[in-house]
């Protein structure tokens, strides 16, 4: 079977990208498999940037194709904050709950109508033989004043997508990967992935 690596320790992401990948019908691995791959400097100042620094080191590493995903929430309140450093909202080992509560703290008292926000994805893909690809996704939405809902993960308890009464993490998988900026950024990605695989859909 054709394997395809996700430059990622990440459960959360795995899950909604392995469903996304489903109907590829190649193998999917992780960060987890490759323990001595180490961890792989963020240090891009764009999340395109990242996103590449994490297929590029797993793909040279593995030899092997693999798809690095970078994701940020995009506050327009807050200039665009956390962004790139969503990750690291309330420090380098900062929780969900503890970025969660950052911004809450700092969305205090905005009114409802200066609450707007997006999440942005982005993917690359690398190959051997293909070199890079990229694909993007957004999810707009506000910031609610408390978390609602279990489901997702990191900052989705907070984040109401626009025209949707459920926040992320209100949505199960399969809604949240119909609207997400994952799951939009994925539905570009899937026809590069299709071809490179050569794969038919299962229907
Ligand atoms: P990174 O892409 O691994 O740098 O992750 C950025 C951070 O953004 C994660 O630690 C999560 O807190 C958050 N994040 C990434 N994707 C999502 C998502 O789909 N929903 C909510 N938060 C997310």
Redesign the pocket.
Same mark, same amino acid.
């Given at each position: 079977m054709k394997q395809l690596v996700l430059a990622?320790h990440?459960r959360?992401?795995t899950r909604?990208i392995s469903a996304l990948l489903f109907d590829l019908g190649v193998g999917v691995l992780t960060l987890d498999e490759f323990p001595q791959i180490g961890p792989i400097p963020?240090d891009a100042d764009t999340?395109e940037g990242?996103a590449l620094l994490k297929a590029n080191a797993v793909s040279r590493a593995t030899g092997l194709p693999a798809l690095g995903?970078?994701?940020? @929430?995009e506050v327009h309140f807050l200039y665009g904050d956390p962004g790139?450093y969503?990750?690291r909202y309330s420090g380098e080992h900062g929780s969900?709950a503890e970025?969660v509560a950052k911004l809450i703290a700092k969305m205090k008292g905005v009114p409802p109508r200066r609450r707007a926000a997006r999440?942005r994805?982005a993917l690359a893909f690398v190959a051997p033989g293909i070199g890079v690809r990229m694909a993007e996704g957004l999810c707009r939405g506000n910031i609610l004043e408390r978390p609602r809902g279990t489901g997702?993960?990191?900052?989705?308890p907070v984040?109401l997508p626009a025209g949707f009464d459920r926040t @992320?993490a209100e949505m199960d998988l399969s809604m949240?990967n119909t609207i997400?900026?994952?799951g939009l950024a994925m539905q570009g990605m899937l026809p590069i992935l299709r071809e490179y695989f050569q794969t038919e859909l299962r229907t």
């Open positions: 990622t990440n959360d992401k909604e963020e999340l990242n995903d970078d994701t940020g @929430l790139v969503s990750s969900y970025n999440f994805c997702g993960f990191g900052y989705d984040f @992320l949240k997400s900026h994952r």
